[in-house]
Antibody, heavy 127, light 110 residues
Framework: VQLQQSGPGLVKPSQTLSLTCAISGDSVSSNSAAWNWIRQSPAKGLEWLGRTYYRSKWYNDYAVSAKSRVTINPDTSKNQFSLQLISMTPEDTAVYYC??????????????????WGKGTTVTVSS | QSVLTQPPSASGTPGQRVTISCSGSNSNIGSNTVNWYHQLPGTAPQLLIYGTNQRPSGVPERFSGSKSGTSASLAIRGLQSEDEADYYCATWDDSLHGWVFGGGTKLTVL
């Protein structure tokens, strides 16, 4: 399984960041995976932004800190998912990763873990 | 400020045993299993331990994980120079309804 990220590395303050993550070797509609965006910066460390996943219907969850600004959408026709983050500020400067969270069930026990990461996109917010 | 607390640094000499702690609360570590990742400079984090104490295929047996109450630990025995990296703990938080991470521990092999 591989995740290929695409999107700009430079965004102006107040603009919207749009990133895409193309999936190969799995399906965005998988019933055993969730598709996440995580970012990493020296100031805030690793920070989960949100996820999309399919379990008979589509679900989305977003981090409380980003809920009003972030949207994550699946695209089944292209087997990919996207991140939109509005009203960017310099504090949003970070490396952005798309990540698969896998569900691994053995009998009654199920484990959830981030097992596949994109290479990361360095996003700088500056005018 | 990360939700989970890790020491910023740890060190050991080759062959030694090193442990890295991760402290949380009832809503995260106290209720869910813990995953550990290691990260080399300029690369994405890689899964090291899942389900608190399960090793993915390919991870050496000298890496092990444990949990007690609201704290978890990663132990590395037989330390090697290639183990020098940043280590992160992560788990689901039931109150925040999202994934939370530790601030990371930089492991130095002396």
């Amino acid at each position: 399984v591989q995740l290929q990220q695409s999107g700009p590395g430079l965004v102006k303050p107040s603009q919207t960041l749009s990133l895409t993550c193309a999936i190969s070797g799995d399906s965005v509609s998988s019933n055993s995976a969730a598709w996440n965006w995580i970012r990493q910066s020296p100031a805030k460390g690793l920070e989960w932004l949100g996820r999309t996943y399919y379990r008979s219907k589509w679900y989305n969850d977003y981090a409380v800190s980003a809920k009003s600004r972030v949207t994550i959408n699946p695209d089944t026709s292209k087997n990919q998912f996207s991140l939109q983050l509005i009203s960017m500020t310099p504090e949003d400067t970070a490396v952005y990763y798309c990540v698969r969270v896998q569900t691994n069930c053995s009998g009654p026990r199920c484990f959830y873990y981030m097992d596949v990461w994109g290479k990361g996109t360095t996003v700088t917010v500056s005018s | 400020q990360s939700v989970l607390t890790q020491p910023p640094s740890a060190s050991g000499t080759p062959g030694q045993r090193v442990t890295i702690s991760c402290s949380g609360s009832n809503s995260n570590i106290g209720s869910n299993t813990v995953n550990w990742y290691h990260q080399l400079p300029g690369t994405a984090p890689q899964l090291l331990i899942y389900g608190t104490n399960q090793r993915p295929s390919g991870v050496p047996e000298r890496f092990s994980g444990s949990k007690s109450g609201t704290s978890a630990s990663l132990a590395i025995r037989g330390l090697q120079s290639e183990d020098e990296a940043d280590y992160y703990c992560a788990t689901w938080d039931d109150s925040l309804h999202g994934w939370v991470f530790g601030g990371g521990t930089k492991l130095t092999v002396l």
